[in-house]
């Protein structure tokens, strides 16, 4: 048996005291470094200068946009002049046992500590007033344990060594309440041009919720909805613990509450900087954007900004006293990388006339008209051509009204939805490109249902609008302005068909760094396809298209810019409540919105008050931007595979060729140039050839299943009895019974060439001249020349072309000379010599 080694006692002994030795000179230590804990002079906030605040550039990192404490603002005043309602405000919000404690809460300290132990995700604070002092006033933002322990032990000092209300004095008179504004003085004036001391009830728990996050729930940001439930609840809180009465807080919670507008001295692009400092706010905090010393380079191109604002203040103000619209917002991205260059967000930030501060360029409001070409994209990727033609002709929508827009037995005549055109005139067959050209309402509505209201969303949504999520609320009025959208979004989703259907998600940062210039953030460029080129170069194609406009817009009018390729469309709502004009180049995309931000009606719409707003800003930022060109679409459509329906042939979608030559039907050898398509003349709604679940396939079995066919084809079927002798008729009885017979293989021609002779080498400086002999039925008319499948030129009789091979780009010792050749019926042929060259 193995005896167990014996402690000594002495060891074990000595083990002991040692530990405890060192356990009482830790405890010693910490009591000494507690004890040097100074409470510092509450006295001099004033005299204080606050550190480290942000600083936000423009593109360059030169121009400084905004620096958040440059004109800091704070006023001191006594507890005594104070007044209740913003005493009981902060304490029932921000700590309701501030009256009971004794500067710490054990048990928000005990649910802190055991969260940040274990791990819950978030940050647990439970901090009291007079922490929060504390942390104001003496500490760094920089959250250490060792900081938490002095930020307790302060507050535990402070709680001991001054009353409440000096400690609650000293908290409002030092808390945030926005931007520059510090102290509840300096808040009551800067929000409502009183002093604390007459602070309404409702005013003061405004003002109450701001300091839990300045920027986030500024009165001037676009977060005034959080900061309305924020002040609902300072109300309930301040209810529950009797601070106020049941009368009190109903008529506080219903009271009207007016904020002053805001005076931001040496701030430029305004409605830019709130942009961002939400932005920053929402991502990396309010103390760090507040304090944090952050040094922002934004996308903004300021020399670009301070002409659109120009731009935009003039024209608004021209538009209020021509046609009743008193705002303006404008945004430009560059639609290959998705930066902002500009934003603005109303004529003036601080006319509160209009609610200038309100910022129309993130407000989401109708889009009009300006939404079709994402229906349009949609249609385009699933089959439809710029030729296929719809009807325009009145039609009721609504299933359970009549043809004629009467509400069917047991339903309401309100839900009936026959939508007009801008004009209130009908045209009959319009082909897709002339209708979103022309922005025609009701070929529009019938290419949404085409397309389908899911599919269409889904563009949109790739494309970048973010608001239409929710498919089951939006029916086919969307296409003309159903939905709410905002013009940031909208003119970010247009740089897709400006980018080639590549998306850029806008940004406005270009680069963020710490304190110690350390970068947090950089660009980086970041796209992908969300729509086929092809499908975005139709859409650029239509809407650069002035000629197709001009019915509309007429010649040369706000949407034309001479001498550069832009493509633009227009937007309407109803009762000329919104306005716009988004266009593009392939450098910049251009959004513009007008009306009034109370939704009042104007006497006109998009083109009249946007439209040259929108003009003068682009053409002002072409002069220093490339004069990029579209890329031509392809638009061939092949007639074997796209039936005739989609290619535009509107009287019908059975059809037979035939050769205009012989005058007979097209045969296997007849040539494209001879072919002429003839399509019977059959007269339906485009319902009765296109099922919608399959567009490129056969006709539907039976059209008059879906719920829209009878609603369509009745008006179809009104017009075509009344026009039907205006347009020649093709029946089957004009078929030919006979084939091409000027077009076989028999009657194609013969070519040989003579000159130059595979049996010869010829010098590099050689003059070869081509010699050829041909026979057939037809006389040759055309021969082209080619050498090494190079194209050299095209010849007419009597072909003499000659050619020194030295000269050719693509020379080489073994050369092959290849004629394409046609008669003068368009028959082809070609042949091929070799000819060698001592090379």
């Given amino acids: 048996m193995i005896e167990k080694p014996r402690i000594n006692k002495s060891f074990r002994k000595n083990l002991i005291l040692f530990c405890i030795s060192i356990s009482i000179l830790m405890a010693g230590t910490g009591m000494l470094w507690i004890s040097s804990f100074q409470i510092p002079d509450f006295h001099s906030f004033e005299d204080r200068k606050v550190e480290n605040s942000i600083r936000i550039y423009d593109r360059t990192g030169e121009i400084l946009l905004y620096d958040v404490h440059r004109d800091t603002k704070r006023t001191d005043i006594a507890f005594g002049n104070m007044g209740a309602n913003i005493k009981n405000a902060t304490v029932a919000i921000e700590d309701s046992e501030f009256y009971n404690h004794s500067g710490i809460r054990i048990t928000s300290i005990i649910r802190a500590v055991l969260s940040n132990l274990f791990g819950t995700g978030r940050t647990q604070g439970g901090s009291t007033i007079t922490q929060q002092l504390v942390k104001n006033t003496l500490l760094t933002q920089k959250k250490t344990y060792t900081r938490k322990i002095k930020e307790w032990v302060l507050a535990i000092k402070i709680d001991n060594s001054m009353s409440k209300e000096k400690i609650l004095e000293y908290y409002l008179n030092e808390a945030p309440y926005g931007g520059n504004v510090y102290g509840i003085e300096e808040a009551s004036k800067t929000y409502f041009n009183k002093k604390a001391l007459d602070l309404t009830l409702a005013e003061a728990s405004y003002l109450a919720s701001i300091p839990q996050s300045p920027t986030f729930l500024s009165p001037y940001g676009k977060n005034r909805n959080k900061l309305e439930e924020r002040k609902n609840l300072v109300l309930s809180r301040m209810l529950e613990l009797n601070f106020i009465s049941e009368e009190e807080y109903n008529t506080a919670k219903k009271e009207t509450v007016v904020f002053a507008p805001q005076n931001t001295t040496g701030i430029k692009a305004p409605h830019f900087i709130f942009f961002i400092k939400d932005y920053l706010e929402e991502k990396y905090g309010s103390d760090m954007v507040e304090k944090g010393g952050l040094k922002v380079t934004t996308t903004l191109d300021y020399n670009l900004q301070e002409k659109g604002e120009q731009i935009v203040k003039e024209g608004a103000s021209q538009n209020e006293k021509d046609w009743g619209g008193s705002n303006a917002g404008l945004v430009a991205i560059d639609p290959k990388t998705g930066q902002i260059l500009t934003m603005i967000g109303s004529r003036d930030y601080f006319d509160k006339t209009i609610d200038g501060n309100f910022n129309i360029a993130t407000a989401v409001r109708q889009p009009g008209s300006s939404?079709?070409?994402?229906?349009?994209?949609?249609?385009?990727?699933?089959?439809?051509?710029?030729?296929?033609?719809?009807?325009?002709?009145?039609?009721?929508?609504?299933?359970?009204?009549?043809?004629?827009?009467?509400?069917?037995?047991?339903?309401?005549?309100?839900?009936?939805?026959?939508?007009?055109?801008?004009?209130?005139?009908?045209?009959?067959?319009?082909?897709?490109?002339?209708?979103?050209?022309?922005?025609?309402?009701?070929?529009a509505v019938k290419l949404f249902y085409l397309a389908g209201l899911s599919d269409s969303l889904k563009t949109a949504e790739d494309m970048g609008i973010k608001t239409l999520t929710d498919v089951g609320r939006y029916g086919l009025t969307l296409?003309?302005?159903?939905?709410?959208?905002?013009?940031?979004?909208?003119?970010?989703?247009?740089?897709?068909?400006?980018?080639?259907?590549?998306?850029?998600?806008?940004?406005?940062?270009?680069?963020?760094?710490d304190l110690n210039g350390n970068i947090l953030e950089e660009f980086k460029p970041n796209s992908w396809e969300v729509l086929p080129k092809n499908t975005a170069l139709i859409i650029s194609d239509i809407l650069s298209d002035e000629k197709s406009r001009i019915p509309t817009f007429g010649a040369h009018s706000a949407l034309f810019v001479p001498g550069k390729d832009v493509a633009v469309k227009t937007g309407t709502t109803n009762n000329n409540k919104d306005a716009w004009t988004i266009g593009y180049t392939p450098s910049i995309v251009v959004g513009v919105w007008a009306g009034n931000n109370d939704n009042k009606a104007m006497k006109k719409g998009g083109v009249a008050l946007a439209g040259p707003i929108w003009n003068k800003y682009i053409?002002?930022?072409?002069?220093?931007?490339?004069?990029?060109?579209?890329?031509?679409?392809?638009?061939?459509?092949?007639?074997?595979?796209?039936?005739?329906?989609?290619?535009?042939f509107w009287q019908g979608n059975e059809n037979f060729f035939k050769d205009k030559i012989s005058g007979k039907l097209a045969g296997e050898f007849t040539p494209k140039e001879t072919m002429e398509e003839k399509v019977v003349t059959n007269v339906h709604s485009i319902l009765f050839w296109v099922d919608r679940n399959d567009i490129l396939g056969p006709p539907p079995q039976n059209p008059s299943g879906n719920q829209q066919f009878s609603h369509w084809e009745i008006p179809v079927q009104n017009w075509w009895a009344q026009n039907k002798g205006r347009y020649p008729i093709t029946t089957w009885n004009d078929k030919p019974n006979r084939v091409d017979d000027v077009h076989t293989d028999q009657s194609k021609p013969e070519v040989f060439i003579i000159e130059p002779s595979g049996t010869k080498t010829y010098l590099p400086d050689q003059k070869i001249q081509l010699e050829i002999s041909s026979s057939g039925r037809f006389p040759l008319e055309r021969v082209d020349v080619f050498v090494n499948d190079v194209f050299l030129e095209t010849l007419e009789a009597p072909f003499s072309f000659s050619f020194i091979p030295k000269e050719l780009e693509n020379l080489q010792k073994n050369n092959e000379l290849k004629i394409i050749f046609y008669d003068n019926v368009f028959n082809r042929g070609e042949t091929t010599s070799a000819f060698e060259v001592d090379y």
């Fill in 371 to 443: 939404f079709k070409p994402f229906i349009y994209a949609t249609a385009f990727n699933k089959g439809f051509t710029p030729d296929t033609v719809l009807f325009d002709l009145s039609t009721e929508f609504q299933t359970t009204c009549d043809a004629y827009g009467r509400a069917l037995p047991g339903h309401n005549q309100k839900d009936c939805y026959k939508p007009d055109n801008y004009d209130g005139k009908f045209r009959g067959p319009v082909s897709l490109r002339n209708a979103l050209a022309q922005s025609i309402n009701i070929p």
């Fill in 479 to 513: 296409v003309i302005g159903g939905g709410e959208v905002s013009l940031l979004d909208m003119t970010s989703s247009y740089g897709v068909f400006a980018n080639d259907g590549m998306r850029s998600p806008y940004t406005g940062i270009l680069k963020i760094e």
């Fill in 619 to 648: 053409s002002e930022t072409l002069k220093v931007l490339p004069n990029e060109k579209f890329e031509e679409p392809n638009l061939e459509t092949d007639p074997q595979t796209i039936k005739p329906i989609l290619r535009g």
